[in-house]
């Protein structure tokens, strides 16, 4: 069942558990991951980034195969498929028209005025039908540098006039995690994700999950955490997987076989994180 992240994420919110977001790269993945999530029963949302819309052909090419994947394997859990990162109203405009359900906005480069413009006309095109948003405050990092800037960790007053002059449906502030892989341990500010949490009483995304320790991601989802991004990971379980397969099997060329390799290893990567999270079961 195809829904937006609304409901669910309230849920999760006020029970204090939080939804995995699996980053899909492909056909294949976005089968293991609904095959995992279903045999767990558990909620998940589906994050497509830009660049894996153009790899996998178009933002139609993603929402048929997300469709046509629930009724053909009779995926019952709630399914959200969200824009991850969109840069610009018109590739979440794209998004939306194409039958995502939720979108990420993220404008967090830009000044405040202009972040909250932008997420504000995004807000506008998608809640009237039925589409739920997400924008970022502060600046999340990327893999070149492994540790987070922390002049660009999302100040409290910031998060409060974003969400407040959007109506955003819930937010990514950055607070100390950065995508791909650490260097060294990541310095969460906790103190000011509760206090965003206590002011804005909504649900908070954590951006970068690859790498943030077990005990920091139960922290986490007792500030506020609603939502955590997971993509790295399982690209990590999926290519040893396939790279110790083929290393193995010199001989094997049919792609199913090769491809089909990475399949155990991502759905026990899945596995464990949905129990850490405590979505297991929350259908
Ligand atoms: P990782 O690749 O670090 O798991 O982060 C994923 C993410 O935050 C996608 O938005």
Redesign the pocket.
Known sequence: MLVNAKEMLNKAHNEKYAIA?F?INNLEWTRFILEECQKQNSPVIL?V?EGAIKYIGGEDVVVSIVKSLIKDLNITIPVVLHL??GSSFESCKRAVDAGFTSV?IDASSHSLEENIAITKSVVAYAHPKNVSVEAEIGH?GG?EDGVADELAYAKVEDAVTLTKETGIDFLAPALG?????YKGEPKLDFDRMQKINEILNIPLV??????IGDDLIRKAITCGISKL???????IAWSNAVRDFVTNNQGVYDPRKVIKAGEMAMKEAICKKLELLGCVDKV
Request: aromatic fraction near 0%.
């Open positions: 977001h980053n994050g980034s991850d990162h990420m999340v893999e995690s950065v995508h791909g892989l954590l951006h970068g999950g690859t790498g991004n997971i993509n790295t990971e399982l690209q």
